[in-house]
């Protein structure tokens, strides 16, 4: 069964920039038709899609947050990794890492978040 870990600095300086990686096991991220994906969920609102890298190492992004937003991988290290520019408090929200079969948008395996905060 395929496991997904967060992991990241828990609080980041206004205009800094917000790096997580997700630690997969379980399985390969380069399996075919497989897409991972990064979700956001600010306190008191929704969940919202950031963005996704596929099996083949293509991404998409939120065009809302497409300006400030990077998906990368590390095959060697099964990992892949979030960086998020210009952050300011209004990006505070705990971030999970899924999987997606399939599609850019609908996820099956979840990490179970992280919080992070930012504040000067």
């Known amino acids: 069964q395929v496991q997904l870990q967060e992991s990241g600095p828990g609080l980041v300086k206004p205009s800094q920039t917000l790096s997580l990686t997700c630690t997969v096991s379980?399985?390969?991220?380069?399996?075919?038709?497989?897409?991972w994906g990064w979700i956001r969920q600010p306190p008191g609102k929704g969940l919202e899609w950031m963005g996704a890298i596929s099996y083949s190492g293509s991404t998409v992004y939120s065009p809302s947050l497409k300006s400030r937003t990077s998906i990368s991988r590390d095959t060697s290290k099964n990992q892949f990794t979030l960086q998020l520019s210009s952050v300011t408090p209004e990006d505070t929200a705990v971030y999970y890492c899924a999987r997606g079969l399939g599609s850019w948008y609908v996820y099956d395996y979840w990490g179970q978040g992280t919080q992070v905060t930012v504040s000067s």
């Open positions: 379980g399985g390969s991220i380069t399996t075919n038709s497989y897409f």
